[in-house]
């Protein structure tokens, strides 16, 4: 059975920092772009980051450049999410998801986690 699940959100003040990790089961990530994705109240759901696990090639959203890093641990086939320099604009419900063709995109993703509650605040 596939499986994602996400974990490490919780309540943190800003320019705080958090890491996420997304673990699969019943899969290997080996041929698997993973993406994170995060939905805020009253938003719609947007790409974060991804990373292929082919050539460990990453994209990141224009917001989080700088502040955020994905990367991956095969062995433990978990793919994280640092996030440092964390806003208040950043709290949302961050998910996992991965495709197998195409791009990291919310319409092409194959399969998501339940997704993990990080609020920034103070």
């Known amino acids: 059975q596939v499986q994602l699940v996400e974990s490490g959100g919780g309540l943190v003040q800003p320019g705080g920092s958090l890491r996420l990790s997304c673990s699969a089961s019943g899969f290997t990530l080996d041929y698997y772009k993973i993406g994170w994705f995060r939905q805020a109240p009253g938003k719609e759901r947007e790409g974060v980051s991804c990373?292929?696990?082919?050539?460990?090639?990453?994209y990141y959203a224009d917001s989080v450049k700088g502040r955020f890093t994905i990367a991956r641990h095969n062995a433990k086939n978990t793919v994280y999410l640092q996030m440092n320099s964390l806003k208040p604009d950043d709290t949302a419900v961050y998910y996992c998801a991965i495709t197998a063709v195409g791009g990291c995109a919310t319409y092409n993703m194959d399969y998501w986690g339940k997704g993990t509650l990080v609020t920034v605040s103070s």
């Open positions: 990373i292929s696990s082919r050539d460990g090639s990453t």
